[in-house]
């Protein structure tokens, strides 16, 4: 692990202060960050300035490019703030290794859409990457798939989903490990987790007592089943997918697991875009369309499994972030419990490939 010289003064004054409470999360300015980037000997000196940051849940990324116009790779800067010291060291640690895992695994097969890792700052909560180029594909879903758009933008998306999944398959491909046996009671704890976590966020009890019936009937039938397996990105959504003309790349390693089903990145992808049936302006038809361009790109899965897969995911989306961006107004339960519903039981048959 590299070391950095210190950054000043002014930062001796913040790390000491930090080092009064172990735990005490680690909240970093712009500035502090600039200076342990430039004072960094692996970046060569001052020769980088900011170029922009994006805010999210639990961290925010800094990218970072050459001032002087010469041939040094942009860098992403991404800084954690955990709760504690412990658990920021700890998540970009995960990542950091993650990253050189996922690299040793794959060699060459995927490189130029993987960002290559740099350096691991654990005591300031600080992974340092490679930037790729390309625009997250959340973004330009937001533009492609309402209904002014959607006309005009479909068969482009979905060539550029179609492109995702093969990223996908190559990537499971790459990393595959011995099947797993579909564990029940674990697969049946989780959701129960993820819908208490529901409610909370508005969906009502009887709703989720259906949706449950739903899921518990489908885990039953695949007691003891082989599930296919490989590494698992850990949040394969449309948000960590940058998108530049025909290049896809993926980001964000941070919830890496070496070995679990493929349903599960599979599941969490289409997830993601069934959700955003449920979402006021948004062409379901379009999403259809690229929900079964981004299958189709993947390959061979088991359509039953899918389905049941994605509402688990889709549960977990909505449990942490779809109460939050939906005014209560909007009534939840009407928008998307029978979504939901429907995605766990869209996939009954392996040809059906559209929710």
């Known amino acids: 692990m590299n070391s950095i010289p210190h950054p000043g003064e002014q930062f001796a004054r913040d790390e000491a202060s930090i080092g009064e409470n172990p735990k005490a999360s680690i909240c970093l300015s712009d500035d502090e960050i600039d200076r342990l980037i430039a004072n960094n000997t692996v970046f060569g000196g001052e020769w980088l300035e900011r170029a922009g940051r994006t805010q999210g849940t639990h961290s925010q990324t800094t990218r970072y490019e050459d001032r002087r116009g010469g041939s040094h790779t942009a860098i992403v800067v991404k800084h954690t703030n955990a709760s504690t010291r412990e658990k920021a060291a700890e998540s970009v640690t995960r990542e950091f290794t993650a990253l050189e895992t996922t690299w040793n695994l794959l060699g060459k097969a995927l490189e130029g859409s993987l960002p290559k890792p740099l350096l691991v700052l654990p005591e300031y909560g600080l992974l340092v990457t490679e930037m790729l180029p390309g625009e997250p594909w959340s973004r330009i879903l937001q533009r492609s798939l309402n209904y002014l758009t959607a006309p005009f933008r479909v068969e482009d998306v979905s060539q550029t989903a179609r492109k995702i999944g093969v990223w996908l398959h190559r990537f499971h491909q790459a990393t595959q490990q011995p099947a797993l046996t579909h564990d029940r009671r674990a697969f049946e704890q989780e959701v129960s987790l993820q819908?208490?976590?529901?409610?909370?966020?508005?969906?009502?009890?009887?709703?989720?007592?259906?949706?449950r019936r739903v899921v518990f009937d489908g885990s039953r039938r695949i007691e003891g089943q082989l599930l296919p397996a490989a590494s698992r990105h850990g949040d394969f959504t449309p948000r960590n997918v940058l998108a530049a003309d025909d290049r896809i790349s993926v980001v964000d390693f941070e919830n890496f697991v070496p070995v679990d089903t493929i349903y599960e990145d599979v599941s969490k992808f289409v997830a993601f875009l069934a959700l955003l049936k449920g979402r006021p302006g948004y062409s379901k038809r379009a999403v259809d369309s690229v929900i079964a361009s981004f299958l189709e790109?993947?390959?061979?899965?088991?359509?039953?499994?899918?389905?049941?897969?994605?509402?688990?995911?889709?549960?977990?989306?909505?449990?942490?972030?779809?109460?939050?961006?939906?005014?209560?107004?909007?009534m939840l339960d009407r928008f998307y419990v029978k979504q939901l519903i429907h995605l766990g039981r869209g996939y009954a048959r392996t040809q059906d490939l559209v929710l």
């Open 297 to 330: 790109g993947y390959g061979t899965v088991e359509g039953s499994l899918v389905g049941l897969f994605s509402l688990k995911a889709a549960l977990r989306i909505f449990a942490h972030r779809g109460a939050r961006r939906t005014p209560k107004s909007l």
């Open 195 to 211: 819908l208490e976590g529901c409610v909370r966020r508005g969906l009502s009890d009887a709703a989720a007592e259906q949706i």
